[in-house]
């Protein structure tokens, strides 16, 4: 069964970090692109950045003007997303979601299973 | 950048009913590259269609999607109790986008 499951999210204030982690079994972790995606309270879902299976391929959605890395330790079956800077507006829940295909490379298809969640707060 | 518009916002109906979702793109893409989510409050999303028209593992039939070029549709074909819930569609890319949603709510 697949499982991911998020920690690392908390309150803070604007202008610091956090790092974010995502702690992935029950599939081969190293052969699949993963992403965050986050939602903001009442509103939809936002794709935040993915990464390939090999972190050859990574990308971030323009909103986040460079504040926010992606990592994987594929060794370790984690994701990471260390935020910066935060503001008022990064204030969500953030998601951990798998890819749907195996060796996607550069692209990102759909996102078959999803974390529950970890809420970020930024505020002063 | 192509953008997902989702109607209605809200869609209220009765058990039994039939639901209708649309989704439709600012500009033409490959016509197998879309996905629909179910999610429900305080819940994570749940996959439920992807390439416009395949259903996810375990999802059952009276779920649909159909749809190409820049028109796709979301069907329920009798709702359920449990299928009152928020739906997004979203489109593959390198920079995946999400719909805002629409709302199916008991009448």
């Known amino acids: 069964e697949v499982q991911l499951v998020e920690s690392g999210g908390g309150l803070v204030k604007p202008g610091e970090s956090l790092r974010l982690s995502c702690a992935a079994s029950?599939?081969?972790?190293?052969?699949?692109?993963m992403h965050w995606v986050r939602q903001a309270p009442g509103k939809g879902l936002e794709w935040v950045s993915s990464i390939s299976s090999s972190s050859s391929y990574i990308h971030y959605a323009d909103s986040l003007k460079g504040r926010f890395t992606i990592s994987r330790d594929n060794a370790k079956n984690s994701l990471y997303l260390q935020m910066n800077s935060l503001r008022a507006e990064d204030t969500a829940v953030y998601f951990c979601?798998?890819?749907?295909?195996?060796?996607?490379?550069?692209?990102?298809?759909?996102?078959?299973?999803w974390g529950q969640g970890t809420l970020v707060t930024v505020s002063s | 950048e192509i953008v997902l518009t989702q109607s209605p916002g809200t869609l209220s109906l009765s058990p039994g009913e039939r639901a209708t979702l649309s989704c439709r793109a600012s500009q033409i893409f490959s016509s197998d590259y879309l996905a629909w989510y179910q999610q429900k409050p305080g819940q994570a999303p749940r996959l439920l269609i992807y390439g416009a028209s395949s259903r996810a593992t375990g999802i059952p039939d009276r779920f649909s999607g159909s749809g190409s070029g820049t028109d796709f549709t979301f069907t329920i074909s009798r709702l359920e109790p449990e299928d009152f819930a928020v739906y997004y569609c979203?489109?593959?890319?390198?920079?995946?986008?999400f719909g805002q949603g629409t709302k199916v709510q008991i009448k």
């Open positions: 979601a798998k890819d749907g295909v195996r060796f996607g490379g550069s692209y990102c298809y759909y996102f078959d299973h």
């Open positions: 979203q489109l593959y890319g390198s920079s995946p986008t």
């Open positions: 029950g599939f081969t972790f190293n052969t699949y692109t």
